[in-house]
Each structure stands twice: as C-alpha cells, then as structure tokens.
C-alpha cells in the first residue's frame, strides 16, 4: 500500500539530527515495512526499537515512549504530521494507496453528475496525492470543483479525518468524497447535512451516503435512549496527545452534574470496555476518538455516547451532530514525503 | 480486600501537597474504592480523575499520565512504593487482606514441620502486616524463623514479588510462603532451589512446590524447544518504568546476534501477542516483567520465552533459571499506611 519508504531520505534525516538510537511505529498494514527500516538502519550504525504498540493517527505519536527508552528521534510511519507538541525530533512518513482514483471517478460519472455542477471534493490521506488529477478530471467533464483549505489537525487541502471535516465546511452543491470504507464519508454527510458520494476506488463502486446517515442516526438515538436513566456517567479521555480533549471532558462533567447526574472523570491510553468492567457507572461518554464510542459499540455492555449525544440527552440539541475534534487554523501544507516535525527540526 | 482507605490521611497528604486536581490509579479489585476515593475528594474541592487502565503493580505507577492530564498528584491505590523516579508526588495506599494466616499455619503445623527447624518466612504484600504474628505463632510452635530483608524492588522484610524473590535468598532448611496463587511460592522454589511449602490462608490449604515446579520446568524447556529453530526473534521490551529493561534486553539482542540469529528490539507497554501479529518474526523474548511470557504464553502463537531461557538455548546454560529483576540494597520499610514519594515528598 504504501509507496517505497525513502530510507536514504530518512536515514540523511536522522544523520542531521544526530540520532543514534530511533523507535519506529507503525500502523498494523505497515509492520513489515518497519521492521525491513529497522534492519536498514541497524546496518547503517542507528539503533532501531519497533513499537509494538498499534497505531491509529498522527494523534497519536509515541514521543514520550521514544524519550522513556532513550531514543534521539522518532519514526511515525504511515501518517503525516498533526500539529501537536512533541518531545523528541519526529519524522512523519505518510502512507499513500497505489490504486488510480481516476478509473473510479470515470466510471461513476453518471453517479456523479447527481450531485450537481459546484462539487465540494474531499478524500483521506491515502488518495491525497491524487487530488489534483481528480480535480482535472472532473472539471474537464464540466464540473466546477472547490476543495477546502482544512484546519490545523489536517496535512493538505481536501483531507478529512474521521474526527475533521473541516476541508468538506465548503459553498457547493454536493460533496464527493473519494476513498475506502464509511465512516469517513458518513462523518461528512453528518458534519455538513449536504449530500454525499462516495467513490471506492479499490472496489470502483460509489455509494450515496443517505440512507447510512438516517439509519445511523436512528441507532444513536436508540444509544441515548438507553442512557436515558443512568445516574453514574463515567466521562472518558483519552491520554494519547491528539486525542486529550480534557476542557470538552470538564464540560461534559460540568453540564452532566448541572442536570442532576452524577458523572466522574476517567482517563485511559487505549480506550475500551473490558477495562471498565470493575467500575460502577451506568453509561459511559467518550471524548477522544469519536470512533471508539461508535465503531467499537457493540463490545460495551453500558450505553457509551459521544459528547453532543449527551447535550441531546439532557435536552440541550434537538439536531443531531456528529462529533468532532476542531483544530485550529493551519499554516502550510505538508509535503508528500517525510517530513521532521518537533524539537531540531529545522 | 482492603483496609478501610485512610480518606482523611489521604486528603491532608493531598493539601500538604497543594494539589489540586489528582489521577486515582487501581487495580481491577479496587476500582469501587477508587470511585468512593474520588467522590470524597472532590466533595473535597480536588478535582479527581480515575485512571481507566488496569494496574498490576507499583512498577507501573501513571506519574506520567497524570502530569500530562495536568494533575499536580497520583494516587496509586493497591500497591505500596518500589523505588522508581517518578514526575509527579505520589501517594502508595499498599491494600491488605483481611484473612487471618495464623489459623492456616495451626492448620497445616504437621507439613510445616516437614521443612525442617530453620525457616525462611516469605509472603506476598497482603499477608505483610501479618508477618510478625505468623513468626510468632512458629515460634512458639518451635520453629527457628529468619525472614530476609529483600532489595530495593519490595517494601517489607520478608516480602516476595513475581518478579523478586531476595528476601527468600536466606540459609535455612526449607521455605514457608503465605499467600494465594501459585505463580509467586513457584517462583520462589526455582529462584532458590530450596523446599517451598505454600500456605493458603483463604482456603487453609497447603501445597508443596516440587511437583509444580517440574511440571513447570518440563513446560518451559518444550517452549525452548518449539524456539530453536527460529531464525529471527524479537524481544520485547516494557515502557512501564518499573519494568523497562533495556539494557537486558540490549544484551539479549547481542547474544542471539552472536549465535548467527536476527533479533530486534520491539518496546510496548501492554504486551500481548495479538498486538504483534502483523510482524514477521518466528519467536518473541519478554524483558519485561517475568509472568508474561509464562501465564500468557497461551495466548501466543509464536514461542515465547524469557531472557535466562535464550541462554539455555543457545547452549550459555544447562540450569533452569527464573526470570527475575533485581533491585538495589534496599533503605526503609515502607509504613503499613499511605505513604508519599516523588517530587514534593518529605
């Protein structure tokens, strides 16, 4: 999936830096590229420790754990940096598919023409190298094509997170977002209340988002609903640096209390229900990744909600709302190699 | 389980501090007294967080999460203080049983005798308040009882860990522990090679080490064995503090290396197997703490092994030798009570 990693790159990288001892981390589809890094650096005389530890997002760096073993840098391979603060020099390797976006788009055309003539484009860091081939492509077929800037926890125009959609907030008559899988366009659909279509281009289908928004919708409801009752929320954040949205977590608390409902801070690194088993609460809201409380639902045995689904419970918001981590306004775009963020980058 | 929490000792420890907003860490039996703890302080005016990962042990203290969570304080509830660095003062609140161990020595006096007259008196962090009371009764009993000072990984004269076993390095004719489980008398019978008799004081029931530790022996040189044609290892190191053993590790990666195998570093903070699927190596070596590798090693579906088992194969050792972490020579005991470490400590 991911193009070469540019080991000659990284390795000048980490000569300038003066490191000589690096961790690695990677994302589980990138173990075996780590480990054949490792082995090419150990032969150049720098040390190499893997993570075992499996990573998500550039929300997530493992710089603490690179100072606590020693480590002059880190590696974070298969995402591009996020702006946050970092202990040691780290450079961001992003990830990027080797599928032709293009293929999809032209035998979606029809599909697409349904959205309109402005078309807001957005797609992940996989396909983000690709952008600018697809904005040709449409707008030689006729289609004006606006991408959005992004916010700071965002690399590159047009990229949405499951946790940003700040390059889809746009003026347009629909959104196409191109990439795999369907949280992230749901997430789109859901942020912007416009109407979504999403180009795979592995499987070459497009889906309309709609339907998936409304059916999604009704079974967060049913998830409020069965929080209705509950006396004890334990209110979670997370630890991992991109994740810690302690003031949102205060407020929650603050507004849970306001109403008559007991509600107690709880903090956790990898956020899961087996973990809380011993605790007495009644239902659980997550403020971190807004995937955890929705992808991994099933495995909790307590109603778990997302911030904005406790205004609703308490009669706060009629409207639905996705949840969402805002940054703030971003500077430049990153390039579409390694890039060294951090303490001694230059 | 537990003693009643000292919530007052605990308050004006906390206010002496200055502390305003304190992480509560527990393992998975203390977790309501976490929240009673939680709820009393911030009634208080401290604002209190409770850590959602499990803890099992004081050598893994969440020092470096509750600073990052802005706390100016940890609360580590269940374990009392083994020497560490750590980054923010920190209260040990170390949890004893309620059972009494002298009605299981009156009971089991007739096995206890088959030790011999000189007796080593060894029990886990539990049982620690009653040590006093059961040399007694087995001196009265017409016992000679030596109880070892252990290193600066335990607390208490007499205390054992799964990982420790220095306070049972002491002449004698045979090994007295008292405490549940089997994982810790194990540990004690190898470490020492001496006659351990385990004294349950839940159930009242005795047992003597020598068949298990066979078995147990037999178990691990068939583990070494499923290892020996492996070609490449990755050994694994903990980034808890407490168990972050690099240089042993390093020195593990030297040794396979000498023996013409390939082996890399690979850091985690809770290790488990199926975190590692994705890499390509044929065994796995845990430098971290000793139970891993042998209560989890069900779970793995690559051999696994500890660091004194590579030597055995690679032909350094003939001797079966349980993994152990050694500490330094030991000051103080710790008081049978809250006690405080860290930055801001007395």
């Known amino acids: 999936m991911l193009h070469e990693v540019p080991f000659e790159e990284v390795l000048s990288d980490l000569r300038r830096l003066g490191a000589r001892r690096v961790l690695i981390q990677s994302p589980e589809g990138l173990r075996r590229e780590a480990e054949e890094l490792a082995e090419f650096l150990e032969r150049e005389g720098i040390e190499a420790i893997l993570h075992g ?26 995402h591009s940096y ?49 952008l600018r081939r697809a904005r040709a492509f449409l707008e030689k077929a006729g289609f004006k094509v606006v991408i959005g800037r992004g916010d700071s926890r965002v690399s590159w125009p047009g990229q949405v997170l499951g946790c940003n959609f700040s390059a889809a907030r746009l003026d347009g008559d629909g959104i196409l977002f191109i990439g795999a899988g369907t949280f992230h366009p749901l997430g789109v659909a859901l942020a912007t209340g416009k109407r979504v279509l999403a180009v795979n281009p592995y499987s070459g289908d497009a889906l309309w988002m709609d339907e998936m ?17 509950a006396r004890r929320f334990g209110v979670v954040v997370s630890t991992k640096k991109g994740q810690l949205r302690l003031a949102e977590a205060s407020r ?3 507004l849970l209390r306001e ?3 007991e509600a107690m801070l709880i903090a956790m690194d990898e956020i899961s229900y087996s973990k809380l088993e ?10 971190a990744c807004p995937r955890v409380p929705i992808d991994d639902v099933e495995n909790w045995r307590k109603p778990v909600l997302t911030p904005p689904e406790v205004e609703i419970l308490l009669g706060l918001r009629t409207d639905y709302k996705f949840d969402e981590i805002r ?15 951090g303490p001694g980058a230059r």
Not at 63 to 68: M, Q, Y
Not at 117 to 124: A, G
Not at 213 to 229: L, P
Request: glycine share 6%.
């Open 213 to 229: 928004a409304e059916r999604f919708i009704r079974k967060r409801w049913a998830q409020i609903a069965k929080a209705m009752d």
């Open 252 to 254: 929650i608390v603050r």
């Open 327 to 341: 940054g703030r306004e971003r500077d430049k775009d990153e390039p579409l190699g390694p890039s060294v963020h």
């Open 82 to 130: 996020m702006r946050l603060s970092l202990e040691v020099p780290t450079i961001f390797i992003p990830a990027f598919a080797r599928v032709d976006v293009v293929l999809a788009l032209e035998r979606n055309l029809r599909e697409i023409k349904k959205l309109g003539r402005r078309i807001i484009l957005v797609t992940t860091a996989q396909h983000i190298h690709q």
């Open 278 to 287: 011993g605790f007495s609460f009644d239902a659980y809201v997550v403020v």
């Open 259 to 261: 109403h008559g409902r």
């Open 53 to 78: 530890e499996v990573n998500y997002g550039a929300c997530d760096p493992a710089d603490a754990e690179a100072k606590r073993l020693g480590c002059d840098a880190l590696i974070h391979l298969g």
